[in-house]
């Protein structure tokens, strides 16, 4: 139980494009989600806290308009790098929290995004 | 303000050795702590936590944990490490003050950089 997927797994896009990355709850409905940056060898850094139907709340130094976040159900939430940039290539982590089990988060597999 | 400290960026150890990964955070108030396992290419599985009751933690594929509040420390150690074990271990602290209050729910974690467990044969 409590699965999180996200997709794609890895994209290529070339800078000035836009990406859309999703990342789902399987099994339980996700009241929060949180969306982290990975950079090679370092660690997760929090990029943002979604709820279900309200805006989500950006951590200080994330670009709101650069990196949009929509969580429009219980089960899926989208990250949107819009006018991608090669700096903007990293791994993308999503995690949800949904009462499954206090206080843990669900984290899914990640998604690598490279811009050429 | 929080922080996590994990001071051995990577620990080589032989296989079946015994091994410690060290884990110090820094918090005005008392913290939920997690250490958390990436394997490459992969998201996080959390292998233990600690939330409040007993000091020492056992978690998932044979590692326990110890809370030591005096020492502001939270050490995963596992007595014999397997090839399988290689991977980067992410300890995690969170306040459980801004916990919001329906179900459960938690707030966002505040990562270590991570250690890189490289079990040899």
């Known amino acids: 139980g409590a699965v999180v997927s996200q997709h794609p797994s890895w994209v290529i896009c070339k800078s000035g494009t836009s990406v859309k990355i999703e990342c789902r709850s399987l099994d339980f409905q996700a009241t929060t989600m949180f969306w982290y940056r990975q950079f090679p060898k370092q660690s997760l850094m929090l990029m943002a806290t979604?709820?279900?139907?309200?805006?989500?709340?950006?951590e200080q130094g994330v670009e709101k308009d650069k990196f949009l976040i929509n969580h429009a159900s219980l089960t899926l939430s989208t990250l949107t790098v819009t006018s991608a940039h090669p700096e903007d290539s990293s791994f993308y982590i999503c995690?949800?929290?949904?009462?499954?089990?206090?206080?843990?988060?669900?984290f899914g597999p990640g998604t690598r995004l490279t811009v050429t | 303000a929080q922080s996590v400290t994990q001071l051995d960026s990577q620990v080589p150890v032989f296989e079946e050795a015994p091994v410690e990964l060290r884990c110090n955070y820094s918090?005005?108030?008392?913290?939920?702590l997690f250490w958390y396992v990436q394997y490459p290419n992969q998201g996080l599985q959390l292998l233990l936590k600690?939330?409040?009751?007993?000091?020492l933690v056992k978690g998932i594929n044979g590692f326990e944990a110890e809370f030591n509040k005096s020492q502001t420390s939270f050490h995963l150690r596992k007595p014999s490490v397997h090839i399988s074990d290689t991977a980067e271990y992410f300890c995690?602290?969170?306040?459980?003050?801004?916990?919001?209050?329906?179900?459960?729910?938690?707030?966002?974690?505040?990562f270590g950089t991570g250690t890189l467990l490289a079990v040899q044969p």
């Open positions: 995690s949800a929290d949904g009462y499954v089990l206090p206080y843990e988060q669900y």
């Open positions: 979604s709820n279900e139907g309200s805006k989500a709340t950006y």
């Open positions: 600690y939330l409040s009751g007993s000091t």
């Open positions: 918090s005005s108030v008392s913290v939920y």
């Open positions: 995690a602290v969170s306040d459980p003050n801004t916990h919001m209050n329906y179900g459960g729910a938690t707030n966002k974690l505040i």
